[in-house]
């Protein structure tokens, strides 16, 4: 395990942390030959970095031919490739190391690979990062000053720091971690061929939120509407008065108010909604309790990749999100709630009893047939 009370208390968002030979990567760790051929995939979220190309910090993105990739110098360029733990079990199978986060919190498993001195510059992340690496080495330099100068090169690709001073350094060697708390400014540079994996952390903005929560309010509130009994004549009438500023203000926070509950049930669809292009195929052929308890005796129940499934358990209520869709289960169901939310595959034993139940059995079988569960 790579977290712990410890962790949380002296480090998380507080400062970072060096791990040395702290986890075993899986036996499937894919090499650049595997990475070479993902790179082509279409489906599979990649960008090139290159230090040195027609513009500084030049950014393409894939997929790309290995004959393009043939082609790079043999330093100075780095590839990365979003979302390998939806792609690859073996890499989410990493994520085993993280109990104990909340897994709505997880946003997912970068891999870089990158030729000697690749790197993706200076610069500063918003949310927490596990620096992990898988082959090679690559030596990190970092700045934790938050009074530093943080400003940007102009006019590049790349979020790349105009002036960094580095605090620290250390090489890191297959098996190594570096915990990065937000905001610290940071430099990785491939010595030789390396790959390093990055376990980044959701860390919502209200600008990222607020449209979205804003959109469905719009469709839900109440009309709203200026009201002022109190009006008095005015002397200069092209004044707007600072009584009726107040008011209209308060006529918009009003109309914003939510219970917390009702907003608990939108960021939980929110947060469980999948990226676009990793949205997983209806099933629609899975149907019954029967059919599922037929399959269920072959081989067991698995998530999809790319599905969240979480729970919220508040005042008597009990919601399971997963796929953007909430569903209101009675509280005796909080055993399957844990179950669904805590696990990545489920046996016979585990679901049976749940598939008798009418109304559990309706959540699964909607699960399975939009397809964020099902069989291998």
């Not at 030049?58 to 792609?87: A, C, N, Y």
């Not at 510059?121 to 620096?131: A, K, M, R």
């Not at 939120?209 to 092209?238: C, K, N, S, V």
């Not at 009003?254 to 960021?267: N, V």
Request: with cysteine; net charge negative.
């Amino acid at each position: 395990m790579l977290i712990n009370h410890a962790f949380f208390r002296d480090y998380w968002q507080k400062k970072p942390l060096l791990l040395r030979n702290a986890v075993d990567l899986p036996e499937q760790n894919p090499d650049r030959e595997a990475l070479f051929s993902l790179a082509g995939d279409e489906n599979i979220e990649s960008r090139l970095v290159v230090e040195h190309g027609e513009r500084p910090w030049e950014v393409h993105f894939g997929p790309f031919t290995r004959s393009r990739l043939d082609t790079l110098p043999d330093s100075g360029w780095t590839i990365l490739f979003q979302d390998m733990d939806k792609h690859l079990p073996d890499v989410a199978s990493l994520l085993q190391q993280f109990r104990g986060m909340p897994r709505w919190r997880i946003d997912d498993i970068m891999i870089s690979y990158a030729v000697d001195k690749g790197s993706v510059g200076p610069h500063t992340d918003e949310y927490d990062v596990f620096l992990i690496q898988a082959s090679g080495r690559r030596l990190w330099r970092i700045n934790a000053d938050p009074g530093s100068d943080r400003r940007l090169v102009p006019d590049l690709d790349m979020k790349i720091l105009r002036h960094f001073d580095a605090e620290q350094e250390w090489l890191l060697e297959p098996g190594d971690v570096l915990y990065l708390p937000p905001g610290v400014a940071h430099w990785g540079i491939a010595e030789g061929e390396c790959i390093t994996w990055s376990v980044g952390f959701r860390a919502p903005s209200a600008q990222e939120l607020f449209p979205e929560w804003a959109e469905e309010q719009q469709q839900t509130i109440e009309e709203h509407r200026y009201r002022d009994p109190e009006l008095q004549l005015q002397i200069h009438d092209g004044e707007i008065q600072p009584q009726a500023v107040l008011k209209l203000q308060e006529m918009l926070t009003s109309a914003l108010e939510q219970d917390p509950d009702d907003f608990g049930d939108w960021f939980g669809r929110h947060i469980t909604q999948p990226k676009e292009h990793l949205h997983p195929l209806p099933n629609p052929e899975l149907s019954t309790p029967q059919m599922l308890l037929e399959v269920l005796q072959q081989q067991p129940l698995v998530r999809h990749p790319a599905s969240k499934i979480l729970y919220m358990h508040t005042a008597g209520k009990l919601l399971l999100f997963c796929g953007g869709v909430s569903c209101q289960l009675p509280e005796s169901c909080l055993p399957l709630a844990i179950l669904l939310s805590e696990q990545d595959a489920w046996h016979q034993e585990e679901l049976e009893s749940w598939l008798h139940d009418e109304r559990t059995a309706a959540m699964l079988i909607d699960l399975c047939q939009r397809g964020y569960i099902g069989f291998e």
